[in-house]
């Protein structure tokens, strides 16, 4: 590891003062950075620990929640609010990563985690363009299994691993940030980047920017929601492909629904043409599989996850299938 | 700059780079905490947290936890007294090698923690439940983040669930 000072912020001003002021990191429960800056993969001059910054979940009067950044994953799964209306969020951050971790894990540094694509870990031995600029991508001809079929590129094949930022991609969720200039909201669809030709950009944070909370809006159908999460393990494993859903049919019509996708791209993947493909459609085995066919239209599968195709195809169809049939 | 190990005020090493485990394996000598992958993938470096909450050793960085409480196997066992996972693990063979064993006992007692405040796991299947038993799925998704590489699960799972048996399904 590289040395570095390390700074308890006390507040998100004072964090983001330490933040413009450094080549600084912010950290919160350590879960991939500790592990990031011992494969010296990540090097900075000083930490700013932002743990103890809000970690509180307001519940506001219209019914959204506004998430502090700070919360550890496991206080967000259990929260009853999450549990009752967006059991789709609490379903997600359950399937992800062990208790421990979970425990450990604040909501700001999941949604900054990043790739666990093996060559992009393997410092020594492979060529990876997001550690090192143009320097081409090992991943690509080598082995693809858990790499991206929607909108990578040919500098980075790499996915996005969270669980948590594919049902907050579907809730439609707000990121609050800081910085010394001020601060500003995203959706968290749009934080995250394509890798394009600059994979080692990651998302739209500016230098010194600080996730502060995530702002979920009141979704009057969150309630008929959840997350699937298909992997190699029945455990604590990394998802091949994921789905988070909501859904409200009035009648035996479509009239709302949200689907995101995690493990097949370099963000959260939000499915708009399955969204817009489903609304006032006929609720329907046929109408799901022709929604889910529209978005994995685009999909450009590598030698080893050809699978993904269809198994994102069959996962969309079952979920929304479930939430059909769920008692709300 | 304080931290409480097993109930003793001890002071955080300088290098802020000095993880929790190494601290308590180096520079405490408390060897119990084992060093597994290192990497957050095997759990057997798992501790408590202000007694009650499990985390990784490895991935945590001893400054971050500066104030806290930090109990270790070796401060499980209370006047002289085993823990009763810990007499459970001995009765049901819950081991083979007994290097995944402090962790999977200090895990064993989060979880426990856990499940009385409530908190969901994958295989719930109803998130609105007041009361979550420990049904056999339960535990083993639970205790998932707790590898044993000699197998030896079957003890394991009958040790807690022994310890646990209120909860049991």
Known sequence: MTPFTYTRARDAAEAVRLGAENVAKYIGGGTNLVDLLRETIEHPHSLIDVTGLSDTIEQREDGSLLIGAATRNTAVASHRAVRSQYPVLSRALVAGASAQIRNMATVGGNILQRTRCAYFYDHDGSRCNKRSPGEGCDAIGGFSRNHAILGASSACVATHPSDMCVALAALGANVHLRSARGERTLFLTDLHRLPEDRPDIETMLEAGELITAVEIPALPFSARSTYRKVRDRASYAFALVSVAAALEVEGDTVKEVRLALGGVAHKPWRAWKAEAALKGRRATPESFRAAAEAELADAAPLRDNGFKVELANRTIVAVLTELMEMDV | ?169
């Open chain 2, 1 to 169: 700059m304080k931290i409480s190990i097993n109930g003793a005020q001890t002071d955080l090493p300088a290098d802020a780079r000095v993880s929790l485990l190494d601290m308590l394996r180096e520079h405490l000598h408390l060897s119990g905490t084992k060093k597994g992958c290192n990497q957050g993938a095997c759990g057997a470096c798992t501790v408590l947290l202000d007694g009650r909450e499990r985390i990784l050793s490895c991935m945590a960085l001893a400054v971050q936890y500066e104030g806290r409480a930090i109990t270790t196997i070796e401060g499980l066992a209370s006047s002289g007294e085993m823990h009763p996972l810990q007499r459970a693990f001995i009765e049901h063979d819950g081991f083979q090698c007994g290097y995944c064993t402090p962790g999977q006992i200090c895990s064993a007692v989060g979880m426990a923690d856990e499940l009385s405040r409530g908190v969901p796991s994958h295989v719930t299947a109803d998130l609105s439940a007041e009361t979550i038993l420990l049904t056999h799925d339960e535990l083993r998704e639970r205790m998932s983040g707790n590898l044993c590489r000699c197998g030896a699960y079957n003890g394991i799972v009958d040790a807690i669930a022994d310890v646990h048996a209120e909860r049991v399904a």
